[in-house]
């Protein structure tokens, strides 16, 4: 077998915003670094999930206003979609992405190799392509980062023709004219949004008695209602008990309120979460300890078998690719001796549906839940003059401090750019940043972000443009 590198000091397994990102990191602390990434550069978050989605995103986010404009005096007929170009622009999106990610690599003198990459021992990685050996690597550190795969619920199932998960979901042929989308957090809510703006009827299907249920539980009725005007048909506390075939299509049938219902559909969409990608790749032959959430690891990223670290959704079976990539950069650090642990990280959470969802640190009912005792401040986005010119007045900022120290532990945000809006409050949270340092930073007006500031003035009882309490 031919090797593929004689003296490679990191081997990182899995191309993905964690991997490529780790290959990189330890490649600049002066490494030889090698990465298997199965031909799949950028992993599911470039090819089939952050960056396809929020391309599409983007294009329902024009249709809707477009169709809005008319209330402020702009008349357009209605949107003609090119479903083609509409797909066009999201694949063109992820093939200029994967060049930049190529051209980093070369850049940093990283040896990227495609193929699967199975562990063979403590510090050897086999890669196979196409059922057959390409050739070994050896390394003294392991860095296994191959992300997750779509979980499928326990719905019995006639059969799988018309009915697909997540990594599907950004290439279809055309919009149906019927989908179910089974699963009410993000991932089913950003699609649903996506497919009503195409034209498609969507029934949204959640076990739990409202969709992102773990966000906070106003945000999840202010979407709701948002999602609902948009034609969206949202059924929670609602079980799918089968999936079967019907004419031209699928029948879903659910279990809600004790009673047995079903609705008749073109398509059915799988959005229950993610799954660990671990399976036969050698990690238990070596002694690489796993459970049902992926691979198990300490506070240094390291698994029970000393050369190997592991990061991303391989170690929690869904995660965020922000998180992966700041994982990927502690591995390697630890790896080659800059640090000892894993950093202690404040990871912000969006949802990209319209309105925009994000969130950071705890919620208000987690932070109670776990006896704290804090000061909530909130501030709606109807009373900016930002907001009221530009009709996104729908929504709130949140913040959560400490009631003693007025320490930042938390946010929470439903709004337009509640994703680019959550950074300040991630700064906040992760500096462990008071209400007052929050408050007092002087922000831009008119903006969304002086959302922000007047929720932590809010928290300090000192809200300038809402009335007293």
């Not at 005007?229 to 079967?244: A, E, R």
């Amino acid at each position: 077998m031919k090797r593929l590198a004689k003296h490679v000091d990191v081997i990182v397994v899995g191309g993905g915003p964690g991997g490529y990102v780790a290959a990189i990191r330890a490649a600049q602390l002066g490494a030889k670094v090698a990465l298997v990434h199965n031909n799949d550069l950028g992993g599911t978050c470039l090819n089939r999930g952050c960056i396809p989605s929020k391309a599409l995103i983007h294009c329902a986010a024009r249709i809707q206003q477009a169709r809005a404009a008319k209330a402020i005096g702009l008349t357009f007929g209605e949107p003609q979609i090119d479903f083609d170009k509409v797909r066009g622009h999201a694949r063109r999106t992820v093939d200029q992405m994967v060049k930049g990610i190529v051209g980093l690599l070369k850049a940093n003198k990283i040896a990227a190799t495609g193929g699967r990459g199975r562990l063979t021992g403590p510090k050897q990685v086999t890669v196979e392509e196409n059922g057959e050996v390409k050739g070994v690597l050896e390394a003294p550190y392991i860095i296994w980062a191959t992300g997750s795969l779509p979980a499928r619920p326990p719905v019995p199932c006639e059969n799988g023709d018309n009915v697909i998960t997540s990594d599907d979901g950004v290439t279809l042929p055309g919009p149906p004219q019927q989908l179910a989308i089974i699963g009410g957090g993000a991932l089913g809510s950003e699609f649903a949004y996506i497919y009503s703006q195409m034209g498609t009827q969507v029934h949204l299907f959640e076990m739990c008695d409202r969709i992102i249920p773990t966000e906070e539980p106003e945000i999840s009725q202010v979407l709701a209602s948002e999602l609902s005007k948009l034609g969206v048909q949202i059924h929670t506390s609602c079980k799918c008990s089968c999936i079967s075939d019907c004419s031209g299509g699928k029948r879903v049938e659910y279990e809600c309120a004790q009673d047995t219902q079903a609705v008749d559909v073109d398509m059915v969409l799988l959005a229950a979460g993610r799954r660990p990608n671990i399976a036969d790749m050698g990690l238990e032959e070596v002694g690489v300890e796993t459970d049902r959430f992926g691979v198990i690891v300490n506070e240094a990223l390291q698994t029970n078998v000393e050369s190997v670290y592991a990061i991303g959704d391989c170690i929690r079976g869904i995660g965020l690719a922000h998180q992966a990539s700041c994982e990927g950069t502690c591995a390697a650090e630890i790896a080659l001796g800059i640090r000892d642990r894993r950093c202690e990280l404040a990871i912000p959470m969006a949802t990209y549906t319209h309105p925009e969802v994000a969130s950071v640190g705890l919620r208000e009912y987690e932070a109670k839940e776990a006896g704290r005792h804090v000061k909530v401040g909130r501030f709606d986005f109807s009373a900016l003059g930002k907001a009221a010119a530009t009709r996104s007045r729908v929504g709130f900022v949140k913040v959560i401090a400490d009631a003693k120290s007025n320490r930042v532990i938390g946010a929470s945000i439903i709004g337009d750019s509640a994703a680019d809006l959550i950074a300040l409050l991630a700064v906040a949270v992760q500096n462990r940043m008071s209400t007052l340092d929050v408050a007092e930073t002087c922000h831009a007006h008119p903006t969304l972000f002086e959302a922000v500031g007047e929720a932590a003035l809010d928290a300090l009882g000192r809200a300038i443009h809402i009335p007293p309490k």
